[in-house]
């Protein structure tokens, strides 16, 4: 297994990634909250290769997985009642990882994000943040099993989707 930062010959196998997810919520076999065509799209994938945030897991020359982490802390952050009050510049944010339902049970979510939190000490930022639609139970209890918190459900329009209630979830590295 192995982490890196992505490629764009990586794009189809994270678009792929994205189809497979919105066909499980569609057949009911998971839940996250997206809406296919809406969030997540191949230009999502783009856009964070084009900022060099974009990260992939894989095994064999096959892409299981893909994340992007960055400094972007999504507007509803702001103000948020976060435990740890740091500067912009000590947080780390994990964004849209997604696993592979092919690959799912393996362990690969949590991979991703002990990368997430070894990359984050690397760069001298202890304040992790996560966010997750509420209704993505998987997520956040694979967030909590890991020490995460959450410190807040905030309404609001999340990727161009309606009616989001978005947990905010931190936890604090040294």
């Known amino acids: 297994m192995n982490i890196r ?8 196998g994270i678009g792929k990634i994205y189809n497979e997810i919105h066909d499980a919520e569609a057949d009911g076999l998971l839940t996250t909250g997206w809406l296919r065509g809406i969030y997540p799209v191949q230009a999502t994938a783009e856009a964070a ?15 299981h997985g893909a994340a ?39 362990g690969l979510g949590k991979q991703f994000v002990a ?4 990359y984050s000490k690397e760069h001298n930022c202890p ?5 997750t639609n509420a209704k993505n139970i998987r997520a956040r209890q694979m967030y909590q099993k890991l020490g995460y918190q959450e410190i807040a459900v905030v309404p609001t329009v999340f990727n161009g989707i309606p009616d989001v209630q978005l947990v905010l979830i931190e936890k604090w590295i040294s």
Request: with cysteine; charged share 25%.
């Open 49 to 63: 290769l084009e900022r060099g945030d974009l990260f992939v897991l894989e095994e064999e020359g096959e892409i």
């Open 115 to 118: 990368y997430y939190e070894a």
């Open 68 to 106: 992007v982490i960055n400094q972007l802390q999504v507007d509803v952050y702001a103000g948020a009642p976060w435990v740890h009050q740091v500067p912009d510049e000590q947080v780390c944010v994990l964004h849209t990882l997604v696993i592979s339902p092919k690959a799912s049970g393996r």
């Open 5 to 12: 930062k992505a490629e764009s010959a990586d794009l189809p």
């Open 127 to 131: 304040e992790l943040r996560i966010d």
